[in-house]
C-alpha cells in the first residue's frame, strides 16, 4: 500500500551535482523523511533528514554539500547532491517515518567517476 519511488539517480563526474528525489503514496501523514545510501562494503549509513517541523540533520561528511527538502502539498522529498567524490557512489534509499513506522524505498544508483 505503502509506496515510495526514488528517481534522479545515475552516473556523474567528480566535482558535478545531482538532485534526487523520493514521491510518497498510501501514506498521508509524514512525521519524517531521510535518505540513507549504502555503497559495496560497507554498511547502509544516514545521509540527511528532515522532521514534518523542518528541522534537518545531516551526517557530517554531507555537512554543506547536501541539502534535503521537502513538500509537503505533493508528499515528496529532495536531495541536492554537490562536490561529488567517487566516495558518494552508493545506493540512496529513501525512507520515512509515519505513526512509528518505516518505509522504505527500492533505491537509486549513484555513481561518481574520477
Known amino acids: 500500500q505503502v509506496q515510495l519511488v526514488e528517481s534522479g539517480g545515475g552516473l556523474v563526474q567528480a566535482g558535478g551535482s545531482l538532485r534526487l528525489s523520493c514521491a510518497a503514496s498510501g501514506i498521508n501523514s509524514i512525521d519524517v523523511w531521510g535518505w540513507y545510501r549504502q555503497s559495496p562494503g560497507k554498511q547502509r549509513g544516514m545521509v540527511a533528514l528532515?522532521?514534518?517541523?523542518?528541522?534537518?540533520n545531516y551526517a557530517d561528511s554531507m555537512k554543506g554539500r547536501f541539502t534535503i527538502s521537502r513538500d509537503n502539498v505533493k508528499n515528496t522529498v529532495s536531495l541536492e547532491m554537490n562536490s561529488l567524490t567517487p566516495e558518494d557512489t552508493a545506493v540512496y534509499y529513501c525512507?520515512?517515518?509515519?505513526?512509528?513506522?518505516?518505509?522504505w524505498g527500492q533505491g537509486t544508483q549513484v555513481t561518481v567517476s574520477s
Open positions: 525512507t520515512i517515518r509515519s505513526s512509528l513506522h518505516n518505509y
Open positions: 528532515i522532521t514534518n517541523t523542518g528541522v534537518t
